[in-house]
């Protein structure tokens, strides 16, 4: 049985631009030495934890169409689903740290910009199409894969999910200063 709930729309809109405004600033103000640098709390450059930032936002999409599947089905499916892929955490965790790596080579700052709206864009025409129903289906998550996964989520959540990564990732930038601290994005 799915349970009613009231989604502030407006409240996600707000955040993705507060993170594009966010992110648009971080690449404009940072020098090749500053995205060079090393990240706090992680093994990636500043740059390659921008990009994670950024595939945060587009992991979202595949994400939307596992909820639309699997919100469908009975939740023992969804329970096995996840169970599988919490079973695949060691070759995703290599993945997901790899992957940034290789994609600073290909993704420079300005392409990640244009990406960083591209799919933000998609994200908020696509939130616009919901219905109240599709928010509230929901599938459980493979918990082990990220820290604000939570076992089960509905739809709704996994809209909010990419800007919660988008600010405990920026915390761990280390750009725009000596001290190796990184400037707040503008918040509105």
């Known amino acids: ?60 999409r595949a994400l939307l169409v596992l909820v639309h599947v699997f919100g469908r089905l009975p939740r023992g499916a969804g329970k096995a689903f996840a169970r599988l892929l919490d079973a695949g955490t060691v070759p995703f965790d290599w993945v997901n740290y790899e992957g940034p790596r290789g994609a600073v080579k290909v993704y420079g700052p300005r392409r990640m910009g244009t990406a960083f709206d591209r799919v933000l864009d998609s994200l908020q025409r696509r939130l616009a199409a919901e219905s109240d129903a599709d928010l509230a289906r929901g599938m459980h998550y493979p918990v082990r894969w990220d820290p604000f996964f939570k076992d089960f989520m509905t739809l709704a959540d996994v809209y909010r999910y990419p800007t919660q990564h988008f600010d405990f990732h920026h915390r761990q930038l280390t750009l725009n200063s000596s001290d190796g601290r990184s400037g707040k994005p503008e918040v509105s």
Not at 11 to 38: C, I, K, T, W
């Open 1 to 60: 049985m799915m349970e009613a709930i009231a989604m502030d729309r407006q409240a996600v809109y707000e955040d993705y631009e507060r993170a594009r405004r966010g992110f648009h600033q971080l690449l404009e103000s940072a020098s090749e030495a500053d995205l060079a640098r090393p990240s706090r709390g992680t093994k990636w450059t500043n740059e390659q934890l921008l990009w994670h930032m950024l595939f945060g936002y587009m992991a979202v």
